[in-house]
């Protein structure tokens, strides 16, 4: 990788990932874009491009100007906004992944990374170490549009040689970008909640069990599977990877040993718990660890450890 692009730059992932890419390979070697302005002051330190992923034509003359070899394609609307606006939802995750991908094919881009989910699966796959290769039908929007982008990652890949790898990421704890509307926020929020000494409400029931992974972990997955010998690997595309699964009610646990006086509560929000309750509980990422080598360093602990100090240090700035 010597000239990368980022779409949807602005959002969770993307921000921490141009942080962590600029860092690598430096600021005039990785292309920001976004719809809108970016929400951390340190984006605008490097280069930094308005792009919708609608606009095939807008990407292909950016990546003609800054002769781009490298995509990572992550604008998307997230679960519980795909349910808002499914429309709007499959017209952004997936004809903005066709998009991506077929302006790659005709241009010098040698490598394209796509993102999918936790949701790409559904009620009926197995629920506990979920496999690699298992049944796929989800019932919510942004998981069907999942599902939509690897197969079109695969076809890209089998009919175009289009190099397009991915990892299946579970929900992402972060501190830097505010969560964009994931099932799994909650856990963000209950942890800055805990460190602002606030009451909180949570919108899932306190033993829903999900899969998390902290975004140090996830940056790790995401560049160590585009980083990869490509020869090595025999799924490319949608790799489960995984960190960590624990509850509202584990989380809280947790918290309280850093901050006795924490309280919270429970509202459910019946979309989100309906989103949550056809996850799985754990997925199985052997074909990570074997085909790339892929392992988490973050636990529950740790990850608490570090978002306490971290978040406590923005309130302490603010």
Sequence with gaps: ???????????QIGTDLTLELRRRYGDRNVVATDVRHPRNPEMEQGLYEFLDVMDPEGLRLLIEQYNVDTIFHLAAILSAVAERTPVRAWQVNTWGTVNVLDTVRRTQVSRVFVPSSIAAFGPTTPLDKTPQDTIQRPNAMYGITKVA?????DYYYEKFGVDCRGVRLPGIISYK????????????????????????????RADTSLDMMYMPDALHACIGVMEA???????????????????????????????????????????????ADSWPNSMDDSAARKEWDWTPKYDLSAMTADMIEHVSKQIHDE
Aim: proline share 7%.
């Design 177 to 204: 970008t505010p969560p964009g509307g994931g099932t799994t926020d909650y856990a963000i929020d209950m942890i800055a909640h805990a460190v602002r000494h606030e009451p909180y409400v949570c919108y899932l």
């Design 149 to 153: 982008t690897e197969l079109l990652g």
């Design 1 to 11: 990788m010597t000239m990368i692009l980022i779409t949807g730059a602005s959002g």
């Design 229 to 275: 010998d490509g020869a090595k690997l025999r799924h490319r595309n949608a790799f489960n990877v995984t960190a960590m699964q624990f509850t509202p009610e584990q989380l809280a646990e947790k918290l309280t040993s850093h901050f006795p006086d924490f309280q919270w509560s429970i509202e459910v929000d019946p979309i989100r718990q309906a989103i």
